[in-house]
């Protein structure tokens, strides 16, 4: 029984991570209305910029975290205003095209400046734990949980209550009518693509000291977070922390349990996308 909760505890604070990235993406799909494949390129940025403050500044990744978020608002800001707002009339398979070409440059781009190599940040407390009567919980996961679910309150609170936040939502329940109340669905899509980078640029300096940085990280978790939206619902943001959760939980259980699972993890959220698509296809029949 304590090795079931414990892996249950460890499932549940990943899956802080992976809600922080599939609410970006979330967000620039539900506002924007774009698929974006190279949202886990933020990620890996981000993952990147701690590693470089951490190694040759010593900068330690909590002072990252802000940096993190400022500098992959602008870059997303900026692919919003060169690449995404010309294409946002094209047809949804260039649009894809665009984001997926982009996703393999920034991965080679990375391969050629870092190389192949994971790297990993590695401040004193990484390896801070506690004991929590009969569980571990490591200092650096807790942390990066509660980070996660402060940014998502966060950002619940500003789409809720600030009238910026509130015109992101008009724009994305209706893209027409928001125009004829003077709200320049313009400058939404771009701060909505900006805060969707920020988030993912954040997970990525979490992500550098809980497990590594490399070309291919973002990837990766672009992909998780695509089943976590796909069991969600296509931009819904109320259904993202549950469904990571789902997500965390069945991929800590197989690590555990499965023989062989450490592998198999990996392959979890084609399984859960699967189930999740396969689930709607089935309700809308």
Same mark, same amino acid.
């Given at each position: 029984?304590?090795?079931?909760?414990?892996?249950?505890?460890? #499932?549940?604070?990943?899956?802080?991570?992976?809600?922080?990235?599939?609410?970006?993406?979330?967000?620039?799909?539900?506002?924007? #209305?774009?698929?974006?494949?190279?949202?886990?390129?933020?990620?890996?940025?981000?993952?990147?910029?701690?590693?470089?403050?951490?190694?040759?500044?010593?900068?330690?990744?909590?002072?990252?975290?802000?940096?993190?978020?400022?500098?992959?608002?602008?870059?997303?800001?900026?692919?919003?205003?060169?690449?995404?707002?010309?294409?946002?009339?094209?047809?949804?398979?260039?649009?894809? =095209?665009?984001?997926?070409?982009?996703?393999?440059?920034?991965?080679?781009?990375?391969?050629? !400046?870092?190389?192949?190599?994971?790297?990993?940040?590695?401040?004193?407390?990484? #390896?801070?734990?506690?004991?929590?009567?009969?569980?571990? @919980?490591?200092?650096?996961? =807790?942390?990066?949980? =509660?980070?996660?679910?402060?940014?998502?309150?966060?950002?619940?609170?500003?789409?809720?209550?600030?009238?910026?936040?509130?015109?992101?939502?008009? @724009?994305?329940?209706?893209?027409?009518?928001?125009?004829?109340?003077?709200?320049?669905?313009? &400058?939404?899509? =771009?701060?909505?693509?900006?805060?969707?980078?920020?988030?993912?640029?954040?997970?990525?300096?979490?992500?550098?000291?809980?497990?590594?940085?490399?070309?291919? @990280? &973002?990837? !990766?978790?672009?992909?998780?977070?695509?089943?976590?939206?796909?069991?969600?619902?296509?931009?819904?943001?109320?259904?993202?922390?549950?469904?990571?959760?789902?997500?965390?939980?069945?991929?800590?259980?197989?690590?555990?349990?499965?023989?062989?699972?450490?592998?198999?993890?990996?392959?979890?959220?084609? !399984?859960?996308?699967?189930?999740?698509?396969?689930?709607?296809?089935?309700?809308?029949?």
């Amino acid at each position: 029984m304590e090795l079931l909760l414990q892996t249950l505890l460890n #499932g549940l604070l990943m899956s802080g991570i992976y809600a922080l990235v599939a609410t970006g993406l979330a967000l620039s799909l539900g506002v924007v #209305g774009i698929v974006n494949f190279a949202h886990g390129e933020f990620l890996m940025m981000g993952a990147f910029l701690s590693y470089l403050l951490f190694a040759f500044r010593g900068v330690d990744p909590l002072l990252s975290l802000g940096l993190a978020f400022l500098a992959a608002f602008l870059v997303g800001a900026l692919t919003y205003y060169g690449l995404i707002r010309p294409v946002l009339q094209a047809p949804e398979l260039n649009q894809m =095209l665009l984001t997926f070409g982009l996703s393999i440059l920034l991965q080679n781009l990375a391969l050629l !400046l870092f190389g192949a190599d994971t790297r990993v940040v590695a401040p004193p407390y990484q #390896g801070a734990a506690f004991h929590l009567g009969p569980f571990f @919980v490591g200092a650096v996961p =807790l942390g990066a949980f =509660l980070l996660s679910l402060a940014l998502l309150l966060g950002l619940h609170a500003f789409l809720t209550r600030v009238p910026l936040g509130l015109a992101m939502r008009a @724009v994305a329940q209706n893209r027409l009518a928001p125009g004829l109340l003077g709200i320049e669905a313009e &400058g939404v899509y =771009l701060l909505a693509f900006g805060l969707s980078a920020a988030l993912a640029g954040v997970a990525g300096v979490m992500l550098s000291v809980m497990l590594y940085a490399s070309p291919t @990280v &973002g990837f !990766l978790f672009n992909l998780k977070a695509f089943a976590v939206v796909a069991l969600a619902g296509l931009g819904n943001l109320k259904g993202v922390i549950p469904a990571a959760l789902v997500l965390a939980l069945a991929e800590a259980l197989v690590s555990t349990y499965v023989p062989g699972g450490g592998g198999l993890v990996e392959a979890v959220f084609f !399984l859960v996308l699967f189930l999740a698509l396969t689930l709607r296809a089935w309700r809308q029949a």
